[in-house]
């Protein structure tokens, strides 16, 4: 037997040709872009709230107030103007700062409304910051302005994440000639190469893993909608039913996805499935062992299901998108049990019919074979975890 007695079926990955370094840069301005956004526009100006509220308060009279605006083919955007001087330490000093926004938006009456509380001549008082005593600021209250900044998740979260996607080597690609090399027989990588005895399953993502995608998901699309809800009722006028009921829509998406990372995250506390195959690629009408353990016990699982499951995918262009067909071709229970026993840990064996097709692997086209392994649990969310396994063609040696 060799010295390694078992192998996961990802381990074997192969470097990709793909030039990775060209797009770390492209990733790197996107969340750049993105973080820069955030920091300006939302957290810099929250931590300066923060800070003002320990800054002594001065009198202060109101020279000149107005409404600025700006326009650009989005249209006009707006932002109120107080120019007011004050005292402080025997200095005569002036401030046009209202609060912490440095951002123009639409909505002119709000900015309006500013402006008539401090007509010229009015008195008033400013928050005077003791370090630096030209800064002040006539509102140090936190205004839903300073929400604008999460327009930045839109870069920031598709930025970092390609970068962890390039440095983790997820996005590198089977060369197309796989089927060319000795050890990948009809494209597919044998996990069973050069080892003899069991191989420990892996799964094709982790809960942890699809945790922190539905996260970063329901921030990019509750922070989008968010801003935009925010924006909307910013504007002078009330946005009509239509509008209403389309955003009411999206916003409805985005508590779903909020459910979805919230169910998984409760799934985080499952028990987890551990499955061990012998041998570790499939032969076609050979014998194959499945063991299987529940890492975590039992506690609460009602049912487990185990599934070896065929399927055809199909990638073709349509227009300028490209569209992956998929169609699943063979089903096959391996373990059905509501046993505590049986579930916290068994055995079985089973074999792969020798009419049915084979792992295959091409630049457009595959044929995937999976074993699920599903968790029913009482009042709490079932599992699903997906592992990927390779089916032999009948007659195949292992290299």
């Not at 009198?59 to 109120?80: F, I, L, M, N, Q």
């Not at 968010?226 to 509008?243: D, M, S, T, W």
């Not at 995250?265 to 195959?277: A, D, E, I, Q």
């Amino acid at each position: 037997m060799k010295a390694a007695a078992s192998r996961s079926i990802t381990s074997r990955r192969r470097v990709s040709n793909a030039p990775a370094g060209c797009a770390i840069p492209f990733f790197l301005v996107f969340a750049a872009v993105g973080l820069g956004m955030i920091w300006f526009l939302t957290v810099k100006p929250f931590l300066r709230v923060l800070d003002a509220k320990t800054w002594p308060e001065v009198p202060a009279t109101v020279v000149e107030s107005h409404v600025d605006s700006s326009s650009d083919s989005d249209g006009t955007t707006y932002r109120a103007i107080v120019t007011y001087h004050y005292l402080y330490e025997g200095r005569e000093l002036e401030s046009t700062r209202y609060d912490f926004s440095t951002a123009y938006s639409s909505g002119y009456e709000g900015k309006a409304e500013i402006v008539a509380q401090y007509p010229a001549g009015a008195r008033t008082v400013c928050y005077v910051d003791p370090t630096d005593p030209t800064e002040a600021v006539l509102s140090r209250t936190f205004s839903p302005m300073y929400l604008i900044g999460l327009f930045g998740l839109l870069f920031a979260g598709p930025g970092l994440l390609g970068l962890v996607w390039v440095l983790n080597g997820m996005g590198k690609k089977k060369p197309a000639n796989l089927a060319a090399d000795p050890a990948s027989p009809f494209g597919v990588s044998d996990p069973q190469a050069g080892v003899d005895g069991p191989v420990e399953l892996r799964p094709q993502s982790t809960p942890f893993g699809k945790l922190v995608g539905l996260t970063v998901a329901a921030l990019l699309w509750n922070g989008f909608i968010g801003a935009i809800l925010f924006i909307v009722f910013q504007k002078e006028n009330r946005p009509e039913g239509c509008l209403i009921a389309f955003l009411a829509l999206f916003a409805l998406i985005g508590l779903f996805i909020l459910y979805g990372a919230i169910r998984q995250f409760l799934v985080l506390f499952n028990p987890r499935p551990k499955l061990t195959l012998s041998p570790g690629s499939l032969p076609l009408g050979g014998t194959v062992y499945l063991q299987w353990r529940l890492s975590g016990g039992t506690g609460g699982v009602r049912r487990l299901k185990v599934t070896l499951e065929g399927r055809e995918e199909a990638q073709y262009r349509q227009g300028t998108s490209t569209r992956t067909d998929k169609e699943v071709f063979a089903v096959m229970p391996l373990v059905d049990t509501t046993d505590p026993y049986l579930m916290a840990n068994g055995s079985t064996s089973f074999t792969v019919p020798e009419s049915t097709l084979p792992s295959f692997r091409s630049e457009h086209n595959k044929i995937v074979w999976t074993i699920k392994a599903e968790l029913e649990i009482a009042n709490w969310p079932d599992s699903e975890e997906e592992f990927e396994v390779l089916v032999r063609p009948e007659g195949s040696r292992r290299p």
